[in-house]
Nanobody, 122 residues
Framework: DVQLQASGGGLVQAGGSLRLSCAAS????????IGWFRQAPGKEREAVSC???????????SYTNSVKGRFTISSDNANNTVFLQMNKLRPEDTAIYYC????????????WGQGTQVTVSS
């Protein structure tokens, strides 16, 4: 079974940092793109960042300017894990963060994890 397990969320003060992890299993990790998405209360889900990393190259895609220079996506292929390092957090970053897997960063994401809550206090 395909599984995506997001973790690392929590409560942090504005300006702080968190690192989210997405542990994947049940598929060939290098064949899929892994994306991070978030959904704040009362808002639509927003795509944040995506990575597809193989033995030959790594492709990155950022979907929103609001996290540029603050969030960094990376991949540990040996452990089938993707990270989202979030620095300089703002209250507007508060949301449930989800990771998902798809064939590419520009196609529909097929598999979704359960989400991890990030709360940034002002």
């Amino acid at each position: 079974d395909v599984q995506l397990q997001a973790s690392g969320g929590g409560l942090v003060q504005a300006g702080g940092s968190l690192r989210l992890s997405c542990a994947a299993s049940g598929f060939t990790f290098a064949d899929y793109a892994i994306g991070w998405f978030r959904q704040a209360p009362g808002k639509e889900r927003e795509a944040v960042s995506c990575i597809r990393s193989s033995a030959f190259n790594t492709y990155y895609k950022s979907y929103t300017n609001s996290v540029k220079g603050r969030f960094t996506i990376s991949s540990d292929n040996a452990n089938n894990t993707v990270f989202l390092q979030m620095n300089k957090l703002r209250p507007e970053d508060t949301a449930i963060y989800y990771c998902a897997a798809g064939s590419s960063c520009t196609d529909r994401f097929l598999y979704w994890g359960q989400g991890t809550q990030v709360t940034v206090s002002s």
